[in-house]
Each structure stands twice: as C-alpha cells, then as structure tokens.
C-alpha cells in the first residue's frame, strides 16, 4: 500500500517546468514516470530515476496519480487521447482559462477521471521549495488524498471545488503582474530620461511597491463591501497628481500611453460621481467594464 510519500506519479509533459515538476518528486522519493512528445527531454530525469514511458498512455498506466503540464488544453486532450485515466486522478498545471477548466473537468469525468485543475505561481527554478506556490481547484477529497505529494512541489492552496478558481486567480495574477512591471518600467524610463540610472530608480521603487502592497487587504475588504471612504486621499486627489504624471511623462519626450490609461480611469469615475471616494472606487467601473 503506498503513502503520501511512496505515491507512484506520473508527470506529462517535460518541458522547463514539467521537469522541473518531476525532479522534485524524484528527490522527494516518489516513484516517478515520465513521459514528454520528445524523449530525449527525459534522459536527465531517467538519470536520477526516473522511469521513461515510451507512450502517454503507458505513462499513465503505471500511477494513480497523473500530473500534466503542456501548453495548453488542447494539448492535454491530444496526449491523453487513448490513454485509460478511468478511476485515476488527473492534474492539469497546464495554462489556460476557467472555461476551459470547467470543460476539461467535464470532459475527465466523462472518461472515468477524477479531476483537480490548478496553477503554477513560480518559476521552474522554485519548484520544490515552500516559496512555490501552487493553486488547486476541483474535489477537496481528491486534493486532500494527495495534498502531501503536492507538497513535494512547493506550498499547496486548494481554493474550492469549482475547477475554474486556479485559473481566475491564475490570470489576476498575471494582470497585477504585468501591471507592476509595465508601471516600474514607464517609471525607469522617465527617471532615465531625467537622467537618472534606472538601477537608482530601482532601489527606491522596491520599498514603494512594499508600501502598495501594504494597502491590498484594505482595499480587498472595501471591495467586498462595495464601500470606499476617503481615508486617505480623494479620487480628485489623485486625479490631480496623475495630470503631474502624464505632463512630466510627455515634457520628458516619452510615450504617456500608461499614464494616460491611469488617468481616463479616474476620469470616468469622477464624471459618474465618484471624485470624493477612497481609490478603490475605481473598482465599480471595472465590474462595468
């Protein structure tokens, strides 16, 4: 009988992060098969002792377990294709959207498959250390079973029973992501363009993005309640200082596409009556959006 930390697993899918996925299995004692479209991908894993299948299918015959990470949905309809995941539980870390993850749900379940959908918050150098956080959504009795290999990989968080949460989250995420590097990036080239080494800008921009930070629980629970005092400073406030930003970014020669979205946000929200809210009244245009 195997436990938490015998549990045979199979990982489709070798790329960065699929390795990645399977090396810290291997080093956390589990009977490991792999299988990638390109088997030569798999000769370091099968070096530490990883056992090699020649076929999708064969690889999901030997665990009870099936952890999967491909491109895309797609992708893991066209592995598994032929390949017997009936009673077994299947794990997609594939990228993808919450439809897509309610459909694929339906879709393992229609082959007999128990399914768990989830999302990688890291980069395949973290994985294996409590810093890599991974999303799961789908049955809580199926991730509880194997919550502790999960934990071979990183930190685990189930977020509920509907399959489409890892995903939702997922692509937040990215959002908050691509919108912190876009705004750290429009602020390094107007410090550049003052003159300013960016890598100066840098150091001061860290302790700033620590203090935004700060200020997400707050705004969460303003959020949630659809409520947004002026706590700190108006929506005219900042609007006020968003037209410093946009004069600077153009009086500097630079491209005020960022700024200017910034501003037509808060300019709508003031023209619909919101000027003397707290910021995160900018919220209710996004739920209209």
Not at 55 to 62: D, F, L, M, P, W
Not at 165 to 180: E, Y
Not at 215 to 241: C, I, K, M
Request: proline content about 4%; glycine content about 12%; overall charge negative.
């Amino acid at each position: 009988m195997s436990t938490p930390t015998t549990t045979p697993v199979t990982v489709l899918g070798l790329g960065r992060m699929g390795a990645a996925l399977a090396a810290a299995l291997v080093r956390a004692g589990h009977p490991t098969t792999v299988w990638n479209r390109t088997p030569g991908k798999a000769a370091a894993l099968a070096a530490d002792g990883a056992t090699v299948a020649s076929t999708a299918a064969r690889a999901v015959a030997a665990s009870p377990l099936v952890i999967v990470c491909l491109s895309d949905y797609d992708a893991v309809r066209a592995a598994l294709a032929g390949a017997d995941v009936d009673g077994r539980v299947l794990v997609n870390l594939s990228s993808g959207t919450s439809e897509g993850a309610r459909e694929a749900a339906v879709w393992a379940g229609e082959l007999g498959a128990v399914y768990l959908d989830g999302a990688i918050l890291t980069v395949p150098a973290a994985i294996g250390d409590p810093s890599a956080q991974i999303l799961f959504s789908g049955p809580a009795e199926a991730y509880a079973a194997h919550e502790a290999v999960f934990g071979a990989l990183g930190t685990p968080v189930h977020l509920g029973a509907d399959h489409g949460l890892a995903s939702v989250h997922d692509v937040a995420l990215l959002g908050l992501m691509w919108s912190m590097l876009n705004g750290f990036l429009h602020g390094a080239a107007l410090a550049r363009a003052a003159g300013v080494p960016a890598a100066d800008f840098a150091a001061i921009a860290e302790r700033g993005v620590g203090t935004v930070a700060s200020w997400f629980a707050g705004y969460a629970g303003q959020v949630d309640e659809r409520s947004y005092p002026d706590d700190d400073a108006s929506l005219n406030t900042h609007l006020a200082a968003m037209d410093h930003l946009v004069h600077e970014t153009g009086a500097l020669g630079l491209d005020a596409g960022i700024p200017r979205h910034i501003k037509d946000l808060a300019d709508r929200a003031v023209a619909a009556g919101h000027g003397g809210e707290g910021y995160a009244v900018l919220a209710e245009l996004l739920f209209r959006s």
